[in-house]
C-alpha cells in the first residue's frame, strides 16, 4: 500500500529537549515537504527536499532543520523547542514527473511545555 | 508568490442541504488547484484538482468545484451533503513549473447537522 509514515504520533515534551519526528514514503518519490498546521493559518510549508541531499527552507523555517540521506527518509528536527512550535505537524511527498498531487502522513501532534 | 484565501472558517448545514465552500487564489503565475479534506484525527486527502481543460471537475463522493480565472476563484460545491462529510476543507494551490509547493487557505470546517 502507497503510504507516507510519521512516528510519533503524538509527542509532548519540554522546552529545549531536542527531539525527532520521522517520515518515511514507500513511493519512490523525489519531493517531500514538511509543513505544520495551525488553527486559523492552514498549513504552512517548514521545509522541503527535492531529491537526496537536496532542501530548502520553506515559508517557515525558523527553529527547525531536516536532512534528505535516503530518498525514502525526511526527518524533521527540532534542536531546542520551544511553545510556540506546539502545533500539528504533517509530511507529505510527491512524485516530481507529475507533480499534481502530494501524499500526507496521518500527522505529528506535537506539544512543547 | 501565491496566496489563497478561504471566505469561511466554518459552515454549519442541515443534511441533505447542498453546501458551497469558497475559495479565490492570487497569483503571479499559472497554477494547479486541489481540495484536500481532512476527516477527524487523520491526515489530508486529495479531494479533487484542476490542471487543465475543463473547468469544471468532479470527486467520487459528489463534490464539484469549478475554476473561474477571470474571478480567481475555485469553490468547492456539493448538492445534498451527508454526516459523513464532516470535515475541515482545504483549498491550496501550486506553480505549475518549479519546486512542488502547496500554498493552503487557512481551512473551512464542515460541520452536517442531523
Known amino acids: 500500500e502507497a503510504q507516507v509514515t510519521q512516528n510519533p504520533r503524538y509527542l509532548i515534551t519540554v522546552t529545549g529537549k531536542k527531539l525527532t519526528v520521522t517520515c518515511s514514503q514507500n513511493m519512490n518519490h523525489e519531493y517531500m515537504s514538511w509543513y505544520r498546521q495551525d488553527p486559523g493559518l492552514g498549513l504552512r510549508q517548514i521545509y522541503y527536499s527535492m531529491n537526496v541531499e537536496v532542501t530548502d527552507k520553506g515559508d517557515v523555517p525558523e527553529g527547525y532543520k531536516v536532512s534528505r540521506k535516503e530518498k525514502r527518509n525526511f526527518p524533521l528536527i527540532l534542536e531546542s523547542p520551544s511553545p510556540n512550535q506546539t502545533s500539528l505537524y504533517f509530511c507529505?511527498?510527491?512524485?516530481?514527473?507529475?507533480?499534481?498531487?502530494?501524499?500526507f502522513g496521518q500527522g505529528t501532534r506535537l506539544t512543547v511545555v | 508568490a501565491q496566496s489563497v484565501t478561504q471566505l469561511d472558517s466554518q459552515v454549519p448545514v442541515f443534511e441533505e442541504a447542498p453546501v458551497e465552500l469558497r475559495c479565490n487564489y492570487s497569483?503571479?503565475?499559472?497554477?494547479?488547484l486541489f481540495w484536500y479534506v481532512q476527516y477527524p484525527n487523520q491526515g489530508l486527502q486529495l479531494l479533487l484538482k484542476y490542471l487543465s481543460g475543463s473547468t469544471l471537475v468532479e470527486s467520487i463522493n459528489g463534490f464539484e468545484a469549478e475554476f473561474n480565472k477571470s474571478q480567481t476563484s475555485f469553490h468547492l460545491r456539493k448538492p445534498s451533503v451527508h454526516i459523513s462529510d464532516t470535515a475541515e476543507y482545504f483549498c491550496?494551490?501550486?506553480?505549475?513549473?518549479?519546486?512542488?509547493?502547496?500554498?493552503f487557505g487557512q481551512g473551512t470546517r464542515l460541520t452536517i447537522n442531523p
Open positions: 507529505a511527498s510527491t512524485d516530481s514527473r507529475r507533480n499534481t498531487e502530494a501524499f
Open positions: 491550496a494551490v501550486s506553480q505549475i513549473q518549479g519546486a512542488q509547493k502547496l500554498v
Open positions: 497569483s503571479s503565475v499559472s497554477v494547479y
